[in-house]
């Protein structure tokens, strides 16, 4: 099965800061891959989907890159409400497997 | 407005067998595809199981095939998820999401709040 890994596990930043958290498939994925936001005692939230399509609602802040097995998500201005555990996902084909995720908080 | 409802959870013992049910309302139920994904405590999101729209595809995570099966009722807006020879790392909170669409691609634009397992003797 292919692997889905995250970097960083965690990081901090400061409010207005520019933030990139990857995703690697351990095999080419295409552009099956979508990104999701949880926040502490939430369920998550969708916020990309075909690696680099936002999610209707999602602020453009946010936005998705790559294809193939590198992934990136990106926020542009880091806000105190993305405090959160973002997740990859792909979708290519069963198993549909998350990311370990990658925790944001603010400095 | 779209609403999931999982029910079921409790406390099993190893080896046990628990059926959970999600039940859904504000959206075509027989359109989309449902799935479950678990959350031990404190760790990140693992996807479970997926049921196509009509129920002809299921998909499972290699490590409850055999053991856990996926089904829906479209009359009853509901899909289950019938776990059996449960095991400790099953401990987990399992939630039903609802697929973008009938079928492939499997993401998901909604989630219930989940109900939690918990498998100790």
Same mark, same amino acid.
């Given at each position: 099965d292919i692997q889905m890994t995250q970097s960083p596990s965690s990081l901090s930043a400061s409010v207005g800061d520019r933030v990139t958290i990857t995703c690697r498939a351990s095999q080419g994925i295409s552009n099956s891959l979508a990104w999701y936001q949880q926040k502490?005692?939430?369920?998550?939230?969708?916020?990309?989907y075909a690696a680099s399509t936002l999610q209707s609602g999602v602020p453009s802040r946010f936005s998705g890159s790559g294809s193939g097995?590198?992934?990136?998500?990106?926020i542009?201005?880091?806000?105190?409400?993305?405090?959160?555990?973002?997740?990859?996902?792909?979708?290519?084909?069963a198993p549909f497997t998350f990311g370990p995720g990658t925790k944001v908080d603010i400095k | 407005e779209v609403q999931l409802l999982e029910s079921g959870g409790g406390l099993v013992q190893p080896g046990g067998s628990l059926r959970l049910s999600c039940t859904a309302s504000g959206f075509t139920f027989s359109s989309y595809g449902l799935s479950w994904v678990r959350q031990a405590p404190g760790k990140g999101l693992e996807w479970v199981s997926a049921i196509s729209a009509g129920g002809g595809a299921t998909?499972? %995570?290699?490590?409850?095939?055999?053991?856990? %099966?996926?089904s829906r009722d479209n009359s009853k807006s509901t899909v289950f998820l019938q776990m059996n020879s449960l095991r400790a790392e099953d401990t987990a909170v399992y939630s039903c999401a609802k697929v973008v669409g009938g079928g492939w691609p499997y993401y998901f634009d909604f989630w219930g709040q989940g109900t939690l397992v918990t498998v100790s003797s």
């Open positions: 502490s005692g939430k369920v998550p939230k969708l916020l990309i097995t590198d992934f990136t998500l990106t542009s201005s880091l806000q105190p409400e993305d405090v959160a555990t973002y997740y990859c996902q792909k979708y290519n084909s | 998909y499972y %995570t290699d490590s409850v095939k055999g053991r856990f %099966t996926i």
